[in-house]
Antibody, heavy 120, light 107 residues
Framework: QVQLQESGPGLVKPSETLSLTCTVS????????WSWIRQRPGKGLEWVGYIYYSRDTDYNPSLKSRATISVDTSKNQFSLKLSSVTAADTAVYYC??????????????WGQGTLVAVSS | DIQMTQSPSSLSASVGDRVTITCRAS??????LNWYQQTPGKAPKLLIYAASSLHSGVPSRFSGSGSGTDFTLTISSLQPEDFATYHC?????????FGQGTRLEMK
């Protein structure tokens, strides 16, 4: 059974960098693609970006090149860094397994989510 | 970018009711449409992928249909655990995008 768990600071100051990690259990991180998705308070879901089989990455252009996703294969983890944060980046951040390109082309396994608030 | 619009934004219904939620894409997305269910404080769960295929373990009272720009999620007979928010998501082109959600409340 594949499980994902997000971790990282719950509070980040404006203009600083948000850093989150997703630990994957039950699957090799090299065997799938992995995404970050966020949900601002009272809003819908927003895809942030993904890492494709530990190689390529793609991001939502709305983030204006502030996002970076990377993988640590030794720890079976992937991470999100979002620079120059503002209050608009306050959200629950989810990591998810991304089956893009598969028959079941969807986000089929999700972490529980972690709330990150941007405030001084 | 493809915009996804759900209707209604909220809906009141009773246990046993048949409920339909609609999702419209701003351009044709073929059958690259997924539905998720989210209860308060929890992560979304995949219900339906490719517009009409049921994800493993999802009860058969859930069904999806549509192609192109118009899609529907139907719950044939509402159960107490179905009161939640439902999100559609297109996987046709990057950046993948979600609808704003439909909140299904108990009448």
């Amino acid at each position: 059974q594949v499980q994902l768990q997000e971790s990282g600071p719950g509070l980040v100051k404006p203009s600083e960098t948000l850093s989150l990690t997703c630990t994957v259990s039950g699957a090799s991180i090299n065997s799938y693609s992995w995404s970050w998705i966020r949900q601002r308070p009272g809003k819908g879901l927003e895809w942030v970006g993904y890492i494709y089989y530990s190689r390529d990455t793609d991001y939502n252009p709305s983030l204006k090149s502030r996002a970076t996703i990377s993988v640590d294969t030794s720890k079976n983890q992937f991470s999100l860094k979002l620079s120059s944060v503002t209050a608009a980046d306050t959200a629950v951040y989810y990591c998810a397994r991304d089956h893009s390109g598969w028959a079941e082309d969807a986000f089929d396994v999700w972490g529980q989510g972690t709330l990150v608030a941007v405030s001084s | 970018d493809i915009q996804m619009t759900q209707s209604p934004s909220s809906l009141s219904a009773s246990v046993g009711d048949r409920v339909t939620i609609t999702c419209r894409a701003s351009q044709s997305i073929g059958s690259y449409l997924n539905w998720y269910q989210q209860t308060p404080g929890k992560a979304p769960k995949l219900l339906i992928y490719a517009a009409s295929s049921l994800h493993s373990g999802v009860p058969s009272r859930f069904s999806g249909s549509g192609s192109g720009t118009d899609f529907t999620l139907t719950i044939s007979s509402l159960q107490p655990e179905d009161f939640a928010t439902y999100h559609c998501q297109q996987g046709y082109s990057a950046p993948r995008s979600f609808g704003q959600g439909t909140r299904l409340e108990m009448k």
